[in-house]
């Protein structure tokens, strides 16, 4: 039994070595910031940038297990997508997802729970929380107002009974 215990910790050793090779997760670029939201206030940008931007920005923080795998993987998929769904530095792009920014936040879904760990930087008092919540529905709005143009088009639209 203790030889087979030995096997598979030098397997495991060997595979962890092995996988340290496989390029995926060690890009860790942060191209350039073109555009940021027009931010209701500088407050409501520093608590974005410190829950939000390693993930929905191109100004990245990349932790020392960001360099390691498998957690080199883990993160950097999980940035390439937060910079798809939704990047605070390149407003010039347009982001659809910018409304439902504030909901994800009051929902709990952002920042996920694995980044927002107490003692970490995504990590919100509940204080900081309320904050960032208000600033983001005064940036971008909110989920539940519709757009004035799709406002229009519906009191448009309505036609009279005959």
């Known amino acids: 039994m203790r030889r087979i215990v030995r096997w598979l910790g030098m397997l495991l050793v060997v595979a962890f070595i092995a996988i340290q090779f496989v390029p995926y997760g060690r890009r860790h670029t942060n191209p350039p910031v073109t555009q940021e939201p027009p ?49 605070y530095s390149e407003w010039d792009r347009g982001q659809r997802e910018a409304r439902e920014s504030a909901k994800s936040v009051r929902k709990g879904e952002m920042p996920p729970w694995f980044y927002a760990l107490p003692g970490t930087s995504a990590s919100l008092t509940p204080a900081e929380r309320s904050t960032l919540i208000a600033g983001l529905e005064l940036t971008f709005g909110s989920e539940r107002q519709a757009p004035i143009t799709a406002r229009r088009r519906t009191t448009i639209d309505v036609k009279e009974p005959a």
């Open 39 to 87: 931010w209701d206030q500088a407050r409501t940008r520093t608590l974005a940038a410190r829950a939000c931007f390693d993930c929905h920005s191109n100004e990245t923080v990349w932790p020392w297990y960001s360099h390691v795998a498998p957690m080199s993987w883990l993160v950097q998929r999980d940035v390439d997508e937060g910079r798809r769904a939704l990047n």
